[in-house]
């Protein structure tokens, strides 16, 4: 009988035990999706707040992820044939009631090596991936490195519907002033076509890339920001040999800017040689903060190909015969470094989580347009050197 009462004890407890257990772990769990028998919908938890399932699904499905490319300064230097074209005029120009300096920089983009970057004309303007035939250099070399970009977002296996790519255009004027009055018009642009986006049903997610003093443009959105408070957000903002300066240091502290990348090289002369157009005598490489910690997301990444340092323009603008800034010697000829950098910063957010100096090495191997990246952390030792290969998808860069 004892044994009996035994048995019978033991049972309720168990079965006590087992409900508490199961009750615990159903509140721990993110709740099921409920039904609503009438119209047999079915909904699910997105932040909080329950909706369609199937319009979840779809939505995520939705969002296109926009990169915008941004130029660094035109700096103006003696042409026979661009005084020409400007003294002869542009019916099509939009500096119409500029004075012939402006209009002379203007046209300065589209000739010598300043071509051979994602550069278009003035202002937000979408690149068209399909378009192949009767293309300037321009457009052409702006065409192939979104082209480079898409391959590479396939390979990374980026989960996003589409792609867009946008070039912003903007005076290239070395004046603060003038930076601030591009971030203007680049912001009324910019949210002016995220309206759009939305308007068709499209969620977008907006990254940045800009070269030298364009990435001072960009940082500028974030003085424009707090003007018009138009909610606007950028993913990921990634600097290339930006001239970091006190009117703009104080931006990356932002909500504006989710990410932000700054790549630099110590054989970037030109990145701290801009004493004109600040208020202090000089540029510098890297963002510094006597008074208070530099912000978690700002990520600074020093960069090298095997024994050479890049050169301002090899961040960011393509090698081609006619561009004689690029060194020939240079293991990642004829790319610009910008081309590495959707593959660097994913290996970054998988292994380099919570690091913000880095220092990056990329090396030719034997194989054609294949690449070895070693990545470390300046700051923690113990984080080991992470190796992985690049493989360049083919383009018609070397033929531009």
Known sequence: MKNLKVIILLLITSIVIEKQALTKQQKTKSPKPISIEKDKTVFKLVNDNYVPLNKSEKQKQKTELITIFIHGTIIPYPSISNTIKTMRGDKESPLKHETFWHKYINNLRFQGFYQYQPINDLGLIKINLEKTKNLNIHENLSREIASIFSN?????????????????????????????????????????????????????????????????????????????????????????????????????????????????????????ADFISTKKHKSKRKFYSKEKPLPNKLVQVEVKCDKLKPRHSELWITKT????????????????????????????????????????????????????????????????????????????????
């Open 152 to 272: 590479n977002y396939k390979v990374l296996k980026k989960d996003y519907k589409k792609y867009g790519y946008y070039t912003f255009g903007w005076c290239g004027r070395l004046d603060a002033q003038r930076r601030l009055e591009s971030a203007e018009q680049f912001y009324k642009e910019l949210i002016k076509e995220i309206e759009k986006l939305k308007a068709n049903k499209i969620t977008p997610e907006i990254q940045i890339y800009a070269h030298s003093h364009g990435g001072n443009v960009a940082l500028n959105l974030a003085n424009i920001e707090k003007k018009q408070n138009k909610n606007l957000k950028i993913k990921k903002l990634v600097l290339f040999g930006t001239p970091v300066q006190k009117e703009t240091s104080d931006c990356i502290a932002s909500n504006v800017f989710e990410k932000i990348y700054s790549f630099y090289s110590k054989g970037d002369d030109v990145q701290v």
């Open 321 to 400: 015969r006619a561009n004689l800034m690029y060194r020939d010697r240079l293991c990642i000829s004829p790319y610009p470094v910008l081309i590495f950098e959707p593959s660097i910063i994913n290996q970054i957010e998988n292994n380099f989580k919570d690091c913000n100096n880095i220092k990056v090495n990329i090396r030719k191997t034997k194989k054609t347009n294949s690449f070895d990246v070693s990545i470390k952390d300046f700051q923690k030792k113990h984080l080991a050197k992470k190796h992985y290969t690049i493989n360049i998808p083919a383009n018609n860069l070397n033929k531009v």
